[in-house]
């Protein structure tokens, strides 16, 4: 690949910038996998993890989440209006859930009824992102929730005999 497209390491460290860690997104794979896979590990989880991320389309997918949150939050949006909507997180957005369904629909119906899961429930990191009502994190808290749900959906269908 040329250096024009984005890396593994590139949605790493923008993860890593935002507060977001592998083991913070494996951990909550670990809770959603272990009632249905016993022996899932820690391990597994954090490998799924990276295998989702490695992913062309779940890299696009984060540099484009995360440029909108950041740019809302900087104030550097030139469409004013759409700017305003990010960062009051108006309600009825929901662009930034149609974004994640990207990274979900390369891991089948599981990934999406997980991530409707999580999107409801916000266990762990997702939860805190979405309660940092300091920063602008729209898109963020949605694809993290799309990149655990997905990597869960990889352990089910791993597991599945």
Known sequence: MGSNFGTYEDVIKLLNEEGVKIEDMATLVYDLQKPYV????????????????????????????????????????????????LVDDQGLFGVDEVLAYTICNIYGSIALTNFGYLD???PGIIGIIN???????????????????????????????
């Open 120 to 122: 409801k429930i916000k």
């Open 38 to 85: 016993p022996n899932v590990t820690i391990e597994e989880s954090c490998e799924s993890i990276k295998s989702v991320l490695s992913k062309r389309e779940v890299i696009n997918t984060v540099m484009v989440g995360l440029e909108l949150d950041r740019s809302a939050r900087a104030r550097r949006m030139e469409n004013k209006k759409l700017e305003k909507i």
């Open 131 to 161: 309660n940092n009502h300091e920063r602008c994190n729209v898109f963020l808290d949605d694809i993290i929730g799309a990149i655990v749900a997905s990597a869960a959906s990889r352990v089910a269908h791993r597991h599945d005999e």
